[in-house]
C-alpha cells in the first residue's frame, strides 16, 4: 500500500512569514511529486512539480525534494492571507503504474 | 484554453437511486481520470483512462460504479444504486499522458454528491 503522509495542522503563519509544508513517502520508486492547492470547496490546483533531489523554485514557491529521506516539502516566502487553503502533496509511483497517491493536506491559515 | 469540464456541480439523491457524472477533459489530452474526495480526505483514483481504454480500474466498486469513455474523449461515471456512502465529490482530472514528463494531471471543479 504506498502512502503519503502529511501534517493535518492546521498550520498557522503570520502574513509576510515563510509557511513550511512537509511530506514523506513509502513507495521508493516513486518519481514525480506534486504540490496541489485547494481552496475550500473548489477542486485541487497544481502549484509545482518537482523530479529531481534538490530544491525548485517558482515565484514564493520552493519545492524541496530528498529522495533518500522520501521526503519532498514545499515552502511559501512571504505568506499572503490569499495562501490560506488545503495543501495537497501528491506522489506518481512508476514501474508502470503511474498512480497518483495523495495525502491527506495539511490546512495552512495565513494571520494578517 | 478551457480546463476540465465536469457537469452538474452539485446532486442530490436518495438512496437506491441511479446518478451520473460527466466529464470533457482538456483538449488534446489523453488520459484521464476519476476520483473521490472524502471530507478531509486527498482525492483517490477511481478509474484511469488512456484513449478510450481503462487502463486501471482497480479500485472502482464494480458492484455498483461504471464508467465510460467512448471515443477517447469525454467520459461517464455512473453509480447504481447510490449508497449513503457514496457522498462525496467526483473530480475528473486530465493529463497529456503517462510517463513522466506528460502526467501532470489537471483537475475539473467536481461534483459533490449528497445520498440522502
Known amino acids: 500500500q504506498k502512502e503519503v503522509e502529511q501534517n493535518s495542522g492546521p498550520l498557522s503563519v503570520p502574513e509576510g512569514a515563510i509557511a513550511s509544508l512537509n511530506c514523506t513517502y513509502s513507495d521508493r520508486g516513486s518519481q514525480s511529486f506534486f504540490w496541489y492547492r485547494q481552496y475550500s470547496g473548489k477542486s485541487p490546483e497544481l502549484i509545482m512539480f518537482?523530479?529531481?533531489?534538490g530544491d525548485k523554485e517558482d515565484g514564493r514557491f520552493t519545492a524541496q525534494l530528498n529522495k533518500a529521506s522520501q521526503y519532498v516539502s514545499l515552502l511559501i516566502r512571504d505568506s499572503q492571507p490569499s495562501d490560506s487553503a488545503t495543501y495537497l502533496c501528491?506522489?506518481?509511483?512508476?514501474?508502470?503504474?503511474?498512480?497518483?497517491?495523495f495525502g491527506k493536506g495539511t490546512k495552512l491559515s495565513v494571520i494578517p | 484554453e478551457a480546463g476540465v469540464v465536469q457537469s452538474p456541480r452539485y446532486k442530490i439523491i436518495e438512496k437506491k437511486q441511479p446518478v451520473a457524472f460527466w466529464c470533457n477533459p482538456i483538449?488534446?489530452?489523453?488520459?484521464l481520470y476519476w476520483y473521490r474526495q472524502n471530507l478531509g480526505q486527498g482525492p483517490e483514483l477511481l478509474i484511469r483512462y488512456e484513449n478510450e481504454e481503462a487502463v486501471d480500474d482497480s479500485q472502482l466498486p464494480k458492484d455498483r460504479f461504471s464508467a465510460e469513455r467512448l471515443k477517447g474523449v469525454d467520459s461517464t461515471l455512473k453509480i447504481q444504486p447510490a449508497e449513503l456512502g457514496d457522498s462525496a465529490v467526483y473530480l475528473c482530472a486530465s493529463s497529456l499522458g503517462t510517463g513522466v514528463l506528460a502526467d501532470t494531471q489537471y483537475f475539473g471543479p467536481g461534483t459533490r454528491l449528497t445520498v440522502l
Open positions: 501528491a506522489v506518481l509511483s512508476g514501474a508502470g503504474s503511474y498512480q497518483l497517491t
Open positions: 483538449s488534446g489530452h489523453n488520459t
Open positions: 518537482i523530479y529531481s533531489n
